[in-house]
């Protein structure tokens, strides 16, 4: 399935065979795809303006043309990002407009998924020494440009390690705190945190 989230909840994309045996969730709602683009804008706006549903899915018996007519509602930005533990069981996590995230950004026109991590782990955090792992997985989410326009950044995530060293956050991309936060007796946080921030580091803990 193909999710999205829109603020805290999530959007997922189906073939009609996918929900043939999902039951009715409580605080659910699954709905048919009509065919037709406009009809999704009602359910973007009412993930944006309420939580009155903590998920959507919405299928069609095309997926992928369901997919391309909803992503040519937004402008896609892709963006790379990691988890980076300094070996002794803590992740490196910032703190950036109220809610905890992992250092992540765009990736800039002809540069590598991979390299575009590490570049901005270490621009957002100020560290060096980054060595690259596997690939964690991919999350999507979406917002608005400056310009008032919907965007889905598509962000590639990897598992990385660097040695503890001083954290210096980029002040000038809104990052007010960088800290290196122990996960080796579970996943908890002080303060709260992207529910897809939450599934990259569940999936990166299972691994």
Do not use: C
Not at 67 to 83: C, N, P, R, S, T
Not at 186 to 202: H, Q, S, T
């Amino acid at each position: 399935m193909y999710e999205i989230y829109i603020n805290t909840n999530k959007l997922i994309l189906a073939d009609n065979q996918q929900v043939k045996n999902i039951k009715s969730i409580e605080n659910h709602l699954i709905a048919p795809y009509s065919g037709k683009s406009k009809s999704l804008f009602s359910y973007i706006d009412m993930m944006e303006k309420s939580k009155r549903f903590g998920n959507i899915i919405i299928h069609f018996h095309d997926k992928k043309k369901l997919i391309q007519d909803f992503q040519k509602l937004y402008v896609i930005v892709k963006a790379a990002g990691g988890v980076v533990n300094n070996g002794s069981g803590k992740v490196l996590f910032i703190f950036r407009r109220g809610y905890w995230d992992l250092p992540k950004g765009k990736i800039d026109p002809g540069e590598k998924k991979k390299a575009a991590a590490i570049r901005e782990v270490e621009e957002e955090t100020g560290i060096t020494q980054v060595t690259l792992g596997k690939k964690i997985r991919i999350t999507r989410h979406t917002y608005r440009l400056k310009n008032g326009k919907r965007a889905i950044k598509r962000t590639h995530w990897y598992a990385m390690s660097a040695p503890q060293q001083k954290l210096v956050p980029q002040i000038e991309e809104d990052i007010t705190e960088a800290k290196w936060i122990d996960l080796t007796n579970g996943y908890i946080l002080d303060r709260p945190a992207f529910k897809n921030i939450d599934e990259v580091i569940l999936d990166y803990l299972e691994k």
